[in-house]
C-alpha cells in the first residue's frame, strides 16, 4: 500500500493552501475529497418544496443551481439543528459560491481567535499574492457616491472603505494547479468515515460516494481541512466522542433592504457591475472583536420576477415599477461576531436507525440579542446619514461562517489542538480549518483561513524534516 507523506482531507480554501508549501517541497500529498461536480443536476429532483433539506428560500437558489451535490451532501452528512447549515462536498468545498470580498483581521481580532499575530501577517501577504488579492478596484456608481458622502461626515461613528476582493477566486481551480505537481494527488468521491494514528502513520477510513467501496489510505501526517463542522464531525467520530458537546459558532446577521435615493433615475450605475465593493466597520468592539461589519451589495435587476407577488399591483404595472426603482437598491449584510458559550454546541448522536448526525444548537443570550438589536438601530440612523433608506428587515442566521469545535486550548482537553495546529491527543494530526478558532469576527474569514492553513502546512512541513532527520 502507497503511503503518503501528508493527507489532506478537504478541497476548500484551508485543503489548498495548506498542500501548497508541502507540495512545492517535494513532498507526497494527497488531497482527499468528496469532489462532487457542482454543476451536475439531480434529474430526480425537481421540486425543492418537499426536499427533506429543510432550507429557506435564502438557499434555495444555491440548492436549485447545484441539486445533485447538495442533495447528495444532506444525505450523506446528516444534521438536526436549530438554525440552518450550509454543506457542500463539491469540489472545493463552499468556496465554488465565495464572491471574493476579503478582510484582514486585526491583530485584536487574530490574538481573540486564538491565532499567532505575526505569523498571520506574514501569511497574508504570502495569500495575496498567491490568489492575485486586488486591494483597489473601481467601484460602482452606488459606492462611489457613498464613499464620497461618508468623506463628509467627520462625526460618522463607523469606518467606511473598499474592501479587498479575489475575483471569481475557487479553490476548484488550485485542485487543477497543484496537480502539475508529480508529487500531488487528488483522490475525489471519498467520504472520511475516521482517522485513526498507528504507530508512525495514520490510517484514513473512506467510503466511496457513488460506489459504496471502503478504502484505508495511509499517511505519515494528517491534515483535517473539512471545514469546522465536518473536521469536527470526522473526529468525535473517530475517538467515540458521541454524546460530547462540544464549541460551534457561527454568526447572526441582519440584512437591510435599502433604497439609495441619489441613484434613481440615473444611468450611470447600470453600465457595470461585480465591481470592488463598499464595506462598513465598526469602530467599537465587543470583546475584542469588531462590533460588527457590513457589506454593501447592489440589488441584482435580474431577480425582478422573484418579487412581483409582493407587489400589490397589477403584474405589468408593478413590473414597469420595479425595473424603474430596482437598479437604486441595495442590500446592507450586518454581521456580528460570536463567541463561545454554553448555549452554542455541537454533539455528535445515534439515530434510531443506527446511523450517526451531528446535532448542533445555537442559542444567543438576552444580552446578546439585545446588543444586537441595539447596533442594529444604530446602523439604520448612520446608513441614512450616507443616502440609504431601510425599507425591510430581515434577522437571520443564514451563513457559511462556521468555527469552533477543536478549539485552541494551552492544556489539552477532550477536543482540543495546540497552538501549532497539532491535535492534543495525537501527534501526527493536525487542523488547518476554523474549527480551531476560539471566537468568530464579524467580517469575512476566508483570507484569514488560507493564511492560517498555509501556516499550518509550514508546521507539518517541518515536523516532518524533524522526524526524517
Known amino acids: 500500500m502507497n503511503v503518503f507523506d501528508v493527507a489532506i482531507v478537504g478541497s476548500g480554501p484551508a485543503g489548498v493552501h495548506?498542500?501548497?508549501?508541502?507540495?512545492?517541497?517535494?513532498?507526497?500529498?494527497?488531497?482527499?475529497?468528496?469532489?462532487?461536480?457542482?454543476?451536475?443536476?439531480?434529474?430526480?429532483i425537481d421540486d425543492f418544496s418537499d426536499a427533506n433539506l429543510l432550507l429557506s428560500s435564502h438557499v434555495?437558489?444555491?440548492?436549485?443551481?447545484?441539486?445533485?451535490?447538495?442533495?447528495?451532501?444532506?444525505?450523506?452528512?446528516?444534521?438536526?439543528?436549530n438554525i440552518e447549515i450550509?454543506?457542500?462536498?463539491?469540489?472545493?468545498?463552499?468556496?465554488?459560491?465565495?464572491?471574493?470580498?476579503?478582510?484582514?483581521?486585526?491583530?485584536?481580532?487574530?490574538?481573540?481567535?486564538?491565532?499567532?499575530?505575526?505569523?498571520?501577517?506574514?501569511?497574508?501577504?504570502?495569500?495575496?499574492?498567491?490568489?492575485?488579492?486586488?486591494?483597489k478596484e473601481d467601484l460602482d456608481f452606488h459606492s462611489q457616491l457613498l464613499l464620497v458622502e461618508s468623506k463628509k461626515k467627520n462625526d460618522l461613528n463607523n469606518r467606511v472603505y473598499q474592501a479587498p476582493l479575489a475575483f471569481s477566486y475557487r479553490t476548484s481551480s488550485c485542485i487543477e494547479d497543484l496537480k502539475r505537481f508529480k508529487n500531488f494527488t487528488y483522490i475525489p468521491n471519498q467520504l472520511v468515515n475516521t482517522v485513526k494514528e498507528k504507530g508512525q502513520c495514520v490510517e484514513i477510513k473512506t467510503v466511496g460516494i457513488d460506489e459504496p467501496k471502503k478504502i484505508i489510505t495511509k499517511t505519515n501526517f494528517l491534515i483535517l481541512a473539512a471545514g469546522s463542522i465536518n473536521t469536527t464531525r470526522i473526529l468525535l467520530r473517530s475517538f467515540n466522542l458521541f454524546d460530547h458537546k462540544t464549541t460551534f459558532l457561527t454568526k447572526a446577521h441582519c440584512l437591510i433592504a435599502?433604497?439609495?435615493?441619489?441613484?434613481?433615475?440615473?444611468?450611470?450605475?447600470?453600465?457595470?457591475?461585480?465591481?470592488?465593493?463598499?464595506?462598513?466597520?465598526?469602530r467599537e468592539t465587543n470583546r475584542g472583536l469588531g462590533a460588527f461589519f457590513i457589506q454593501l451589495y447592489k440589488f441584482n435587476p435580474l431577480v425582478i420576477h422573484k418579487v412581483l407577488q409582493y407587489v400589490p399591483l397589477p403584474k405589468n404595472l408593478a413590473s414597469l415599477l420595479l425595473s424603474i426603482i430596482a437598479p437604486s437598491f441595495m442590500i446592507a449584510d450586518i454581521r456580528f461576531p460570536a463567541f463561545e458559550s454554553k448555549n452554542k454546541f455541537c454533539q455528535l448522536r445515534k439515530g434510531v436507525d443506527g446511523k450517526d448526525f451531528l446535532e448542533i444548537s445555537f442559542k444567543e443570550s438576552d444580552k446578546e440579542l439585545i446588543n444586537n438589536k441595539k447596533e442594529i438601530d444604530k446602523i439604520v440612523r448612520q446608513i441614512r446619514t450616507l443616502g440609504l433608506f431601510s425599507l425591510k428587515k430581515v434577522n437571520d442566521y443564514m451563513t457559511a461562517h462556521y468555527a469552533g469545535g477543536v478549539p485552541f486550548q494551552k492544556k489539552a482537553g477532550t477536543l482540543s489542538v495546540d497552538v501549532k495546529g497539532r491535535l492534543h491527543r495525537a501527534k501526527r494530526i493536525y487542523i488547518a480549518d476554523s474549527s480551531t478558532w476560539r471566537a468568530l469576527p464579524a467580517k469575512s474569514i476566508a483570507l484569514t483561513i488560507m493564511a492560517n492553513a498555509s501556516r499550518i502546512g509550514k508546521n507539518v512541513l517541518k515536523n516532518f524534516s524533524q522526524n526524517k532527520n
Not at 434555495?60 to 439543528?81: G, H, M, P, W
Open 60 to 81: 434555495y437558489d444555491l440548492v436549485r443551481e447545484s441539486s445533485y451535490a447538495f442533495n447528495k451532501t444532506y444525505q450523506l452528512l446528516r444534521i438536526k439543528s
Open 18 to 44: 495548506a498542500a501548497y508549501p508541502l507540495v512545492e517541497a517535494g513532498l507526497r500529498v494527497t488531497i482527499i475529497d468528496g469532489g462532487l461536480n457542482s454543476k451536475k443536476k439531480d434529474k430526480e
Open 86 to 135: 450550509i454543506q457542500s462536498l463539491v469540489r472545493g468545498g463552499l468556496s465554488e459560491y465565495w464572491h471574493g470580498i476579503c478582510d484582514f483581521f486585526s491583530e485584536d481580532e487574530l490574538a481573540r481567535v486564538g491565532l499567532p499575530i505575526d505569523e498571520i501577517k506574514r501569511e497574508y501577504k504570502e495569500i495575496a499574492r498567491r490568489i492575485k488579492l486586488k486591494i
Open 258 to 282: 435599502c433604497l439609495h435615493l441619489r441613484t434613481l433615475m440615473k444611468k450611470e450605475h447600470v453600465e457595470k457591475s461585480d465591481l470592488g465593493q463598499l464595506v462598513i466597520s465598526s
